[in-house]
């Protein structure tokens, strides 16, 4: 039987693709925004990865529900959006080799995941666990991404804080930068304990999570304080 916990996701699946919309919106009046590109993509799998709970919930346990849970969470978590924040704070240049690297890097590992054998005896229909893959080497690949987000979207947005703090009438993009670097604490953290099957205690921390993103990206839109980032400048 299923408890009030598992229907959490739902709730963060909703939140999570409405964010994805507003990002889009706003990357689409500036195209050539790719930080705001990679974050619209990273709000989605977000969503997408809250969604396959929610399918658990509904539907049941399924190989192909849990190895996409597994790459949505595990590999991508907040890799994309971490991404994002890497175009604000790199030269274009070094930012556009991360992606493609990171873009192969996940594939590959992706391709693993799909292939590992399930061992169905170690299956609970009621949760989703990634100790179910008999290749346990396989989920040694999510450690690099998830430690690139923890390093760039963490810490990216708390360097932000502190530069902004330095400067005259810039409280709003301080608040904002410190809601998205504590947020994002979350589904960096949770990325990481998917890879060792411990997502479903986690639910409360995702929808926090996202949720302390999303307003601290409303806070930063919301001020007309000029921004230390050459790129966002450029295109905001």
């Excluded at 530069?163 to 005259?168: D, E």
């Excluded at 995702?206 to 990206?217: C, E, N, T």
Aim: net charge positive; aromatic share 16%.
């Amino acid at each position: 039987m299923q408890n009030i916990m598992h229907y959490i996701p739902i709730l963060t699946t909703i939140i999570s693709f409405s964010f994805a919309v507003v990002l889009y919106k706003h990357w689409r009046r500036k195209p050539d925004a790719k930080y705001l590109m990679w974050w619209t993509i990273g709000a989605c799998c977000f969503g997408i990865g809250t969604l396959t709970e929610s399918i658990n919930v509904f539907v049941g346990w399924s190989i192909f529900n849990m190895k996409a849970w597994y790459i949505s969470g595990a590999l991508l978590g907040a890799f994309p959006l971490a991404q994002g924040t890497v175009y604000l704070l790199l030269k274009k240049k070094t930012a556009d080799v991360l992606a493609w690297f990171f873009i192969v890097y996940v594939a590959v590992a992706s391709i693993a995941i799909l292939l590992a054998p399930v061992d169905m005896s170690l299956v609970d229909p009621t949760r989703l666990t990634g100790k179910v893959m008999t290749w346990t080497w396989a989920r040694l690949f999510s450690i690099l991404p998830n430690t690139y987000a923890m390093i760039f979207l963490v810490g990216g947005a708390a360097w932000s804080a502190i530069q902004y703090a330095r400067k005259l009438n810039s409280g709003s993009r301080v608040l904002g930068n410190w809601l998205i670097a504590i947020g994002a604490l979350f589904p960096a953290i949770d990325g990481i304990f998917t890879r060792f099957g411990y997502g479903e205690s986690f639910f409360f921390t995702k929808l926090i999570g996202i949720s302390l993103i999303w307003a601290g990206y409303r806070v930063m839109t919301q001020t007309r304080t000029a921004s230390i980032h050459g790129v966002q400048t450029a295109s905001d």
